[in-house]
Every structure is written in structure tokens, then in C-alpha cells.
């Protein structure tokens, strides 16, 4: 397995720029995510590495090889697709052969590592069946046998379980990390699903209109979001409107813009005093209150809609400045629509951000 490094890469579609100035490194054995919304570049970040577009500008290493200028066939990488791509009129065992037979594999080898590779995924007793005999999620499998089996430096993987239904997804993410982890393998991972990278990954990177955002663990990017872009995109969040009354060293008072309310911040970014801020708060930090003190960090709020899920009720709740908010109600705390209700929030849970870190 190989380090992979990307310096400075740019990849444009005419005057489209898909991939702007990205920088970037995967150690051997980690799992690196591309998240953001469609078109944000990661699928295009991800074939660049493949091979499949070459960039405008910038370099692409492979521990100290430069590959930014070789074809895919001379990279040694093998990418897992969104729709598996199985030839469906080859069997299962041919399937993952194929990549062995065009390296000159001689077929007593293609067949041991076929079962080999097979075995890994749980898939070794389907070797003989058709592929429109399997599953989406036994396909799924198939298909990552079929990258294993020519031993890549690196595995790419494009939105892989995007196919699958919900429980399914969960389940093979686990097993892709711990195959990652038990073979030691680079692997750059695409996906738009945030809970999916979040779960999977050693580090995510958070890309929109082909840049970097933010890179970090994923506790890193849930927690410490390093602008309001990243923070309204990783999970549900509400995002509020606030004029800033004053600064000490990142931790603010902040005025709800039109009311009288007053919150406290211990996480602000580019904050000015007298500026705007925009306001990222989880739906899970929220704590209700049924009676008012009017203190710092508690803010009054009408019940406008209310949706039971089972492990928590989704509320949505309007405040006097009239902005909705979503609240997660996981204390069981009885309500009615039309309620007035007041929501706390801690300091460090009011992620403020200045004008120059939307």
C-alpha cells in the first residue's frame, strides 16, 4: 500500500472549474472521505487520482511517484462504482477474474485468488451464480471482491452504497471498514450521505464548488466546524441571523436579531463587534423549558409542528423574531402545537460565525 498526495490539483471541464487547487494527503491504512452536496468536485477529485481525467495543473503522488500523467492501467488502482458495474452475463467467479486475465494471470492463480478475494467479502459460496441472481447488496460485495482481488495500492470507492436500503447500507459500511482496516489499505471514499462518512472515516474532507472546506476527524468536523458552510451541512442544523454585541477572544454576546434576547457563544469564528453572525444550533442541543427566566441563552419559542419518530419527537418551533427551528424532543417532555415553550443552549453549543466565515 501506498501514501497518496495531492498538490495543488485543478481539474476544468471548459470554464466549469470541477477540482480548484486541491491539497491533500491519505496514509497508508486510512480511510479518507470526499462529503458534499452533487457537483461539489469529489467524484471528479476521485477519478483524477484514478486516472480517468487528468488534471489542468497540480501533481498526484503515489508514495513518491508521480502519477499525474499516467493512464489508470498504470496506477494500480481499483474503484468501486455506484451501480457495481457486473458484466451481468459473466458469472460471478469471471467477474472478479477479469482484472486478472488482462494482467496475464495464469487461471490456476486467477481462480485461488478469486475464491481468496471472495472469501474476504462473504461471498465465496455464490462464486458460480449470476450476478442477477444476487442481491443489490451481494453484488455490492462482488464488486469489492473484484477491486481486492488484483491487490491495488489504492481502492476508490464512488457513493458505493447509495443502492442499498437503509439497514443494509449500515451493515456494509461496517464491513468496508473493517476490511479497509484488516488488509492496511489507502482508500478514498465518495459520498453525500453524512452519517456514511461519519461512521466510516479516519478523516473527512468537506468540499464545495470544487475546494476544500474543512479537514478533520469526523468528531473534529461535527464539533469544531470551521465555517457556517460546513456546519449547516454536516446533520441537521438551524441556522439563525444575529447581530454581534461584543467580542472577547472568539466568545461572544450575541443580540437575535429584532428581539431583546440575548445569547452567549464560546465558539465564534471572524466575529466583529456590531457585525452580523450567522448561527449554527443542533436540533439536539436544545434543552426545553416550560417556564421563563428571561436569562442569557434561553429563548421563547411557539410549538408549530410536532412529528413523532420513535426514539425522539421532531419539533418545529417558531420564534418571536419569526424563524422556525427545529428541536429534537428526546426527554418525552409532553407538547401541543400552539404551546409556548423556551429552549436553552449552552455557550459552547452556539457555533457563531462572522461574514467571513460563511
Request: a negative charge; aromatic letters at 8%.
Amino acid at each position: 500500500m501506498v501514501e497518496v498526495r495531492l498538490e495543488n490539483v485543478t481539474k476544468k471541464f471548459g470554464d466549469v472549474v470541477a477540482v480548484d487547487d486541491v491539497s491533500f494527503e491519505v496514509r497508508e491504512g486510512e480511510i479518507l472521505t470526499l462529503l458534499g452536496p452533487s457537483g461539489c468536485g469529489k467524484s471528479s477529485t476521485l477519478r483524477t487520482v484514478a486516472g480517468f481525467y487528468y488534471p489542468d495543473s497540480g501533481t498526484i503522488y503515489f508514495g513518491e511517484k508521480d502519477v499525474t500523467n499516467l493512464p489508470p492501467q498504470d496506477r494500480n488502482t481499483a474503484m468501486v462504482f455506484q451501480n457495481y458495474a457486473l458484466w451481468p452475463h459473466m458469472s460471478v467467479r469471471n467477474n472478479v477474474t477479469y482484472g486478472l486475465k488482462l494482467r496475464d494471470v495464469s487461471k490456476e492463480n486467477q481462480n485461488k485468488r478469486a475464491k481468496e478475494a471472495l472469501k474476504m467479502v462473504q461471498m465465496e459460496k455464490f462464486i458460480d451464480r449470476m450476478p442477477n441472481k444476487l442481491s443489490g447488496g451481494q453484488q455490492q460485495r462482488v464488486a469489492v471482491a473484484r477491486c481486492l482481488v488484483v491487490n491495488p495500492d489504492v481502492l476508490l470507492m464512488d457513493e458505493p452504497l447509495s443502492n442499498l436500503d437503509a439497514k443494509l447500507r449500515i451493515e456494509t459500511r461496517r464491513d468496508i471498514r473493517d476490511l479497509v482496516k484488516d488488509l492496511t489499505l489507502t482508500a478514498i471514499y465518495v459520498t453525500h450521505d453524512q452519517e456514511e462518512a461519519l461512521s466510516i472515516s479516519d478523516y473527512i474532507i468537506v468540499m464545495d464548488e470544487g475546494r476544500i472546506r474543512q479537514r478533520g476527524r469526523p468528531r473534529e468536523i461535527w464539533e469544531r466546524p470551521s465555517n457556517c458552510f460546513v456546519g449547516t451541512f454536516i446533520g441537521e442544523a438551524n441556522l439563525l441571523s444575529f447581530t454581534v454585541q461584543s467580542v472577547t477572544n472568539g466568545t461572544g454576546i450575541l443580540n437575535i436579531t429584532d428581539t431583546d434576547r440575548v445569547l452567549k457563544t464560546k465558539y465564534g469564528v471572524e466575529l466583529e463587534e456590531g457585525g452580523e453572525a450567522r448561527i449554527v444550533l443542533r436540533p439536539n442541543r436544545f434543552k426545553i423549558e416550560l417556564e421563563e427566566d428571561k436569562s442569557a441563552n434561553q429563548i421563547p419559542a411557539n410549538v408549530r409542528a410536532l412529528m413523532y419518530l420513535g426514539t425522539y419527537e421532531r419539533i418545529t418551533a417558531r420564534l418571536d423574531n419569526g424563524s422556525d427551528v427545529i428541536i429534537y424532543n428526546d426527554e418525552g417532555i409532553p407538547l401541543e402545537v400552539g404551546q409556548d415553550i423556551f429552549l436553552r443552549v449552552k455557550p459552547e453549543d452556539v457555533f457563531a460565525f462572522g461574514p467571513k466565515a460563511y
